[in-house]
């Protein structure tokens, strides 16, 4: 995959690691605009900016469930841009719904259900192109073994691994967590995964 041993943190599956990615944006966002609102002046009573996550409308519910969750309980919102009849997504599509409150675009490699590969690095670079903040998770689920699979060409900030895909046991899979990448603690405890 072409990362570091310290990139990677365990989890117990994929929707762990899916969910992970994006409340790690989400609160990175939300420490920014409590940063920025401190530093300016902000009116009382003025509405609070809400990060805003996009994806496909072809996604593994691991990824929709969780941004339809997050969306009724008001802590974010998401476009999910339609594919084409092949089920592939356009990153121009990607690039036009990134507004100044995207904070995450999360797009699978290879859909696990037709097999569309999606374009992953040209709709990271369409969107950062609208909003250079917007960090990139990609679901590689089922093309890790399959396909070739580098962070650097998917110009991703956080990828999802699953181990019993590539002939491990269940309950076992990873995040690839970008040095730099924000990183929220989802469990707190002992310092065991970094």
Known sequence: MGCAPDEIVFTSCGSESDNHAIASAVEHFNEREKLREKNASVAAGAARNVPHVVTSAVEHPAILEYLIAGEKRGELTYTAVPVDHEGIVDPAAIGDAVGANT????????????????????????????????????????????????????????????????????????????????????????????
Not at 143 to 160: A, N, P
């Open 103 to 194: 904070c995450l675009l999360t797009l699978m490699h290879a859909n696990n259900e037709v097999g569309a590969v999606q374009p992953v690095a040209a709709a990271a670079r369409a969107a950062r192109a609208k909003n250079a903040r917007v960090l990139v998770h990609c679901d590689a689920a089922q093309s890790l073994g399959k396909i070739d699979v580098r962070v650097s060409d998917l110009e991703v900030d956080y990828l999802t691994i699953v181990g019993h895909k590539i002939g491990a046991p269940k309950g076992v899979a990873a995040t690839f967590a970008r040095r730099g990448a924000p990183w929220r603690k989802l469990l707190h405890g002992g310092g065991q995964e970094s």
